[in-house]
């Protein structure tokens, strides 16, 4: 039953018709890039400053990845494109770990059994975006940047088969 609803309003978010795509596709749907997060050059991200939000991780970030010495993506000049696939894969798995950990989130502050102050009403908030919106505005920043470079040379986007469904119809 909850299954069904949620198709029906992926369907409508999409305008899809969910008889045609499974629950699976119509997951995909939702990590697809949308058309929104482009503006002219860049990305909607971009002008939110992600790469700022990027620089500084703590655990990942770039100048911590570069003291560290870590490699994100290892890539072989035989392996690169495999490589790309999986860590898009990988972004999707990230980005669904935030989304989960946004509603817990939210429903951890509102059932928790005491009145909110103010400071809280502004912490709160605060807190969840950088801990769980921004990630996700990475996730999805990096994804473009993946597929950028997958069709740049010459590989198909993950999203492509999807696609050819939705235009099928």
């Known amino acids: 039953m909850l299954r069904c609803v949620l198709c029906q309003c992926w369907a409508l978010a999409v305008c899809v018709n969910h ?23 860049k990305t909607i991200y971009e002008l939110v400053g992600i790469k700022t939000y990027k620089n500084y991780l703590p655990t990942t970030g770039d100048i911590v990845r570069k003291r560290r010495k870590i490699t994100q993506i290892k890539i072989s000049r035989t392996d690169k494109i495999n490589e790309l696939y999986k860590y898009e ?24 059994n005491r009145k909110l102050t103010f400071f809280d009403l502004v912490f709160l908030p605060i807190l969840n975006l950088y801990v769980n919106i921004y990630p996700i505005f990475l996730q999805r920043y990096n994804r473009i940047r993946i597929i950028k470079v997958l069709q740049n040379n010459g590989k198909p986007s993950p999203y492509e088969s999807l696609d050819r469904k939705i235009f099928e119809e």
């Open 19 to 41: 008889d045609t795509l499974n629950f699976r596709q119509q997951i995909l749907l939702y990590f697809k890039p949308k058309t929104f997060e482009f503006y002219r050059d």
């Open 89 to 112: 894969r990988k972004t999707r798995n990230y980005e669904w770990r935030h989304i989960i950990g946004v509603i817990i989130f939210i429903l951890l502050t509102f059932m928790l």
